[in-house]
């Protein structure tokens, strides 16, 4: 059974930084793909990039140059480096997983397993 587990959610002022970790369980290779979204109240959940097993990964526009995705494969965890925060980018966030390579951008169609998301509040 896969699992994941978010954590480091918290309420950070506008400029200030977060880092989100999502620890990953119950694979038996590293060939998997790990997409993180948001969602905030009222809002559609929101892709917002994925990596997969060699670090490649994929941001949506919203967050390019200031969120960083990275994966310690040793550690079965990715982490979200969110910098520059700003009031908008205040959701829920999850993160995802499926088998085999990631696409250029996460589907949440595409990810039968879910954390249970991790809180971000940005205030001014």
């Known amino acids: 059974q896969v699992q994941l587990v978010e954590s480091g959610g918290d309420s950070v002022q506008a400029g200030g930084s977060l880092r989100l970790s999502c620890a990953i369980s119950?694979?038996?290779?590293?060939?998997?793909?790990v997409g993180w979204f948001r969602q905030a109240p009222g809002k559609e959940r929101e892709g917002v990039g994925n990596v997969n097993r060699y670090g490649t990964v994929g941001y949506g526009d919203s967050v390019k140059g200031r969120f960083t995705i990275s994966r310690d494969n040793s550690k079965n965890t990715v982490y979200l480096q969110m910098n520059s925060l700003k009031p908008e980018d205040s959701a829920m966030y999850y993160c995802?997983?499926?088998?085999?390579?990631?696409?250029?951008?996460?589907?949440?169609?595409?990810?039968?397993?879910w954390g249970q998301g991790t809180p971000v509040t940005v205030s001014l």
């Open positions: 119950g694979y038996t290779s590293d060939y998997y793909c």
């Open positions: 995802a997983t499926k088998t085999g390579l990631c696409s250029v951008m996460p589907r949440e169609a595409d990810f039968p397993y």
